[in-house]
Each structure stands twice: as C-alpha cells, then as structure tokens.
T-cell receptor, first 121, second 106 residues
C-alpha cells in the first residue's frame, strides 16, 4: 500500500522560505519511471502543479514558479523536500505531495492528505 | 502553457441521474488527460487517465472519452458519494489542471 504524508510549518512570514517534506512508504524512489510531485490548492480554489522529481533525479518545475522552487529527494529516508523562496500571502494553500506511478505518465495516484500553509505577518 | 477550461462550473443533479462534464484544452493534447475527484476536506483521487482508462478500484459508472482538445467525463448514474468537485489535468508537454466542476445535489 502506497502512502504519503506532508509535513512542514503552518505559518510562514512574507519573504521567508518555505520547506515542506513528503514522507512516503510502499514504493522506492530509485527507478526512473517513478516519481513524487507537489501540487498546491489555495482555499476554495483549483489545483496547481508545482514540481515533480523522478527516481533517476530528473526534475520538472512549473514554468511560472520555477525560479522560486527546488525539489530534492532523500531515498534513504523515503522523503521528498520542496522549498519555495520569497513567500507571499498568495502562496497560502494546502500543499499536497503525490505518487507518480510507473508506466502511467505524469499523473498522480495516490495523494497525501495535504498540509495547510498560511503566509502572513 | 496549455490551458484547460472546464464546464460547467457547477452541475446540479439528483442521485440516479447521469452527469456529463467537459474539459477543453487550448491546444491539442492527444489523449493525455486525466480526471480527479475531490470531496470536501479530502485530497484528490485519480479516476481516469489517458482520456479513457479507469484507475484502480474506480467504479464502472465513471467513464472518460475524447482526444485532441475536447474531453468528457461521464458518470452514468450518480451515487450519493459522487457529489464532489472534479478536475481535469493534462500531461502533454507540461502539466496543468483545469478550474474544476462542482457536481452538487439538486
């Protein structure tokens, strides 16, 4: 059974850097066709894809946020970390991590429960 | 960046009725489209991938179709647990989500 869980701060000040961690189980992030992605959702709004990392360490970023994002993995800890710089109140959202299955293309299944991050002074 | 436009924004239906949700891409995305269901307070769940393939354990009442720029998610007969928000997502030269369609109880 594949599970993912996000962790990180609930409140971040504007201009600060956000670091959120995804801890997963049930799969190994060491093969090229498997990945973990980050997606966020502002309250009451739609989903927005942020970043995706593969088992071979290939990385993809949303073009509109690429300059602010870094995604890394620690296979020994079964963790994926997303950092986002220069936070603004519009970055307030639930941040989800999700499994990118082997052989299915860049879709996500399953997802973690999400972690709400509020950006406010 | 490819934009996905979902319609209608809200669909008001009764249990037992059929639902047809639309997702239109700003350019051709072949069959590279997925559908997700999201219930209040929950994470999204993958329903359909590559336009018409049901994900694991998804009931047969959910079906997807389309290619190019126009896609449809059909729910043949709405169960009480199907009232939720549905999102489409493409994977053609990038990755974006649509704005969502809320299926509410009439």
């Amino acid at each position: 059974q594949i599970t993912l869980k996000e962790s990180g701060p609930t409140l971040v000040k504007p201009t600060q850097t956000l670091t959120v961690t995804c801890t997963f189980s049930g799969f190994s992030l060491t093969t090229s066709g498997v990945g973990v992605g980050w997606i966020r959702q502002p309250p009451g709004k739609a989903l927005e894809w942020l970043a995706l990392i593969f088992g071979d360490d290939d990385k993809r970023y949303s073009p509109s946020l690429k300059s602010r994002l870094t995604i890394t993995k620690d296979t020994s800890k079964n963790q994926v970390v997303l950092t986002m710089t220069h936070l603004d109140p519009v970055d307030t959202a639930t941040y989800y991590c999700a499994h990118r299955p082997w052989g299915m293309g860049n879709y996500f299944d399953p997802w973690g429960q999400g972690t709400l991050v509020t950006v406010s002074s | 960046e490819i934009v996905l436009t979902q319609s209608p924004a809200t669909l008001s239906l009764s249990p037992g009725e059929g639902a047809t949700l639309s997702c239109r891409a700003s350019q051709s995305i072949s069959s590279y489209l997925a559908w997700y269901q999201q219930k209040p307070g929950q994470a999204p769940r993958l329903l359909i991938y590559d336009s018409s393939n049901r994900a694991t354990d998804i009931p047969a009442r959910f079906s997807g179709s389309g290619s190019g720029t126009d896609f449809t998610l059909t729910i043949s007969s709405l169960e009480p647990e199907d009232f939720a928000v549905y999102y489409c997502q493409h994977r053609f030269n990038g990755l974006t989500f649509g704005g969502g369609t809320k299926v509410e109880i009439k």
